[in-house]
């Protein structure tokens, strides 16, 4: 089995936890499986967003979702409340690796300033000074 898939025994660990969740609408269980996949496959590969394979969904919007759980502190509980459980250990991630090594990758990348852009037409680098 891949690394980023989960067994059932897993999600439904993980459903019955989203479930408790007052601050949160799973929606359809499968297509919250495929985001929690998608999530796993990110943590497991290191890669950009834009780089999740499709069958995860868009990258965006798993993304978009991703950083919502963050902000509502969705990973760190889950993280807390399956510490102790051996069955789920291979699967526990660190939100704020993924959303700091991985959101370069978001829509628009990054984005420099106008002054950083005028800076750099009036003293050009010094690779092309020489």
């Not at 290191?46 to 963050?70: A, E, I, T």
Request: hydrophobic share 35%; proline share 4%; glycine share 6%.
């Amino acid at each position: 089995m891949s690394n980023d898939k989960l067994t059932l025994i897993q999600w439904k660990k993980i459903l019955g936890f989203l479930r408790t969740r007052s601050d949160l609408y799973v929606g359809q269980p499968l297509k919250c499986k495929h985001f929690v996949n998608g999530v796993l496959w990110m943590t497991r590969s290191g890669s950009q967003w834009r780089f999740l394979p499709k069958k995860y969904g868009d990258w965006n919007s798993v993304y978009k979702r991703f950083d919502r759980w963050s902000k509502r502190g969705i990973w760190t509980d889950m993280f807390e409340h399956f510490a102790s459980d051996p069955d789920m250990e291979s699967i526990m991630i660190d939100a704020t690796i993924v959303r700091a090594h991985s959101s370069a990758g978001a829509k628009g990348g990054i984005k420099t300033s106008k002054r950083w852009e005028e800076a750099r037409e009036v003293s050009p680098p010094k690779s092309m000074l020489s």
